[in-house]
């Protein structure tokens, strides 16, 4: 019985040495394989800044509603709205109530965040 026991501790010290004396030939053999090449991902549009005269395309963060909320000269929601998709030039840019707007017609005024430079 002594010697079973003696048996088993030496065969498990051994299993015990080998499976870690193999698991760090691996670490060490993955660290020097090259990492492989990735490819770019495509960038989105960062939104730079809007100036007069530029076109603007509008964008929809809703994907159901698919329409941007149309604002009055203080910032204000109007009843408006405008589809995704359309096209402006924009006549002025203004900053109010930490919003910045963009005029897009004589009254009508879109937040610069659902625009994207064209």
Do not use: C
């Not at 002594?2 to 993955?30: F, H, P, Y």
């Not at 589809?83 to 897009?104: P, Y």
């Not at 017609?105 to 937040?111: A, P, Y």
């Amino acid at each position: 019985m002594l010697n079973m026991k003696k048996v088993i501790t030496v065969v498990s010290g051994l299993v015990l040495g080998l499976s870690l004396a193999s698991s760090t030939v691996e670490v060490s053999a993955a660290s020097f394989a090259p990492a492989p090449k990735l490819t770019q991902a495509q960038d989105m549009p960062t939104n730079p800044s809007i100036q007069k005269g530029d076109k603007v395309f509008v964008i929809v963060q809703d994907t159901k509603k698919q329409t941007v909320s149309v604002y009055n000269k203080d910032a204000k929601k109007t009843s408006k709205t405008i589809k995704m998709g359309t096209t402006w030039t924009a006549k002025s840019t203004k900053k109010v109530n930490g919003k910045k707007l963009v005029r897009v017609n004589k009254s009508e005024w879109l937040n610069a965040n659902d625009l994207v430079k064209d």
